[in-house]
């Protein structure tokens, strides 16, 4: 069966050092892979999109690896700050075209 | 900009009530959706809109029913509210669905079924 599996429900880390997070998929062929930041009480917000022929992305403080060999996608964050601290989804698109799958998420915390 | 509205906020009911709630977006999106979100088991998708005219279902669909209204409105229909309906219900929206689609969420309803 298809799976998305964040390797840790939550995740402890002091400011400043880099943060990274797992996303492992099985079953599937994603074209393309997504994570999303949700802070309690509200609604995902998109971060950074990466294509399967893509092997890194950046954006700020933030980068994205996409691994289809290992189906495997890492999310780091460096320099962490307390305000970094949220729950952290990856998505991908099923079979089919579908709409996005969601893993479970990882809640990080940094910590002062 | 107000992106995704979603009404209400919070919602209380008792078994075998129903109730709609409501999504609007103002961003000319093509694509619509409905997730529900609870403790351990993440993000899972009711219904989606891939366009104006056409709803299918995801992955979790029994027990509800949707209305895509015209392309600014998509709402979610519990006709018979059960326990295990219970959760945090999350509309987005996307330019369209498939290759690219980055969707945009509203802030959620949060629905507790007695």
């Known amino acids: 069966s298809q799976k998305i599996e964040q390797n840790s429900e939550a995740l402890n880390i002091q400011e400043g050092k880099t943060a990274t997070l797992t996303c492992n998929y099985t079953?599937?062929?994603?074209?393309?892979l997504q994570w999303y930041r949700q802070d309690p009480g509200r609604g995902p917000v998109f971060l950074l999109l990466i294509r399967e022929n893509e092997k890194e992305k950046r954006k700020e403080r933030l980068k994205v690896t996409f691994d289809t060999t290992l189906k495997q996608s890492l999310f780091h964050i460096t320099a962490s700050q307390p305000a970094d601290s949220a729950t952290y989804l990856c998505a991908l698109v099923g079979s089919g075209n579908t709409p996005l799958v969601f893993g479970k998420g990882t809640r990080l915390s940094v910590i002062a | 900009n107000a992106g995704v509205t979603q009404t209400p906020k919070f919602q209380v009911l008792k078994t075998g009530q129903s109730m709609t709630l409501q999504c609007a977006q103002d961003?000319?999106?093509?694509?619509m959706y409905w997730y529900r979100q609870d403790p351990g088991m993440g993000l899972r998708l009711i219904y989606y809109?891939?366009?104006?005219?056409?709803?299918d279902k995801g992955e979790v669909p029994n027990g509800y029913n949707v209305s895509r209204l015209n392309k600014r409105e998509f709402s979610l229909r519990l006709e018979s509210a059960a326990p295990s309906q219970t959760s945090v219900y999350f509309c987005?929206?996307?330019?369209?669905?498939?290759?690219?689609?980055?969707?945009?969420f509203g802030s959620g309803t949060q629905l507790s079924v007695l």
């Open positions: 809109s891939a366009s104006e005219g056409t709803t």
């Open positions: 961003m000319n999106h093509n694509s």
């Open positions: 987005a929206s996307s330019e369209a669905a498939g290759i690219n689609e980055k969707l945009f």
């Open positions: 079953n599937y062929s994603p074209a393309y």
